[in-house]
């Protein structure tokens, strides 16, 4: 089992900046990859960034160049530095962290944390 909390999120003006954190317990240790998500209303949740457990990294399209996802093993979080935000990026944003276990990947989740960029 893995229990995630995210936190960082707030109200910022377009071309500002956020960072927002995933702490982790359980058996996150374990995890294959770790990713933030958003989901904007009335919107499919979509995939933001990923890094997996040999420190690779993806991002969308929409927010390569102005996101950088990170990870601190010894603090067991991840990290999402959001920079030159522009109104769409408003949404929710949830950590996600897949573990396999017996060859079956396991998703587990966090609350989110609302991000809100408007002037």
């Known amino acids: 089992q893995v229990q995630l909390v995210e936190s960082g999120g707030g109200l910022v003006q377009p071309g500002g900046s956020l960072r927002l954190s995933c702490a982790a317990s359980?058996?996150?240790?374990?995890?294959?990859?770790w990713g933030w998500y958003r989901q904007a209303p009335g919107k499919e949740r979509e995939l933001v960034a990923v890094?997996?457990?040999?420190?690779?990294?993806n991002y969308a399209g929409s927010v390569t160049g102005r996101f950088t996802i990170s990870r601190d093993n010894a603090k067991n979080t991840v990290y999402l530095q959001m920079n030159s935000l522009k109104p769409e990026d408003t949404a929710v944003y949830l950590c996600n962290v897949v573990l396999l276990i017996l060859g079956v990947p396991h998703n587990y989740w966090g609350q989110g944390t609302q991000v809100t960029v408007s002037s």
């Open positions: 359980g058996s996150s240790s374990r995890a294959n990859a």
């Open positions: 890094i997996t457990r040999g420190g690779s990294t």
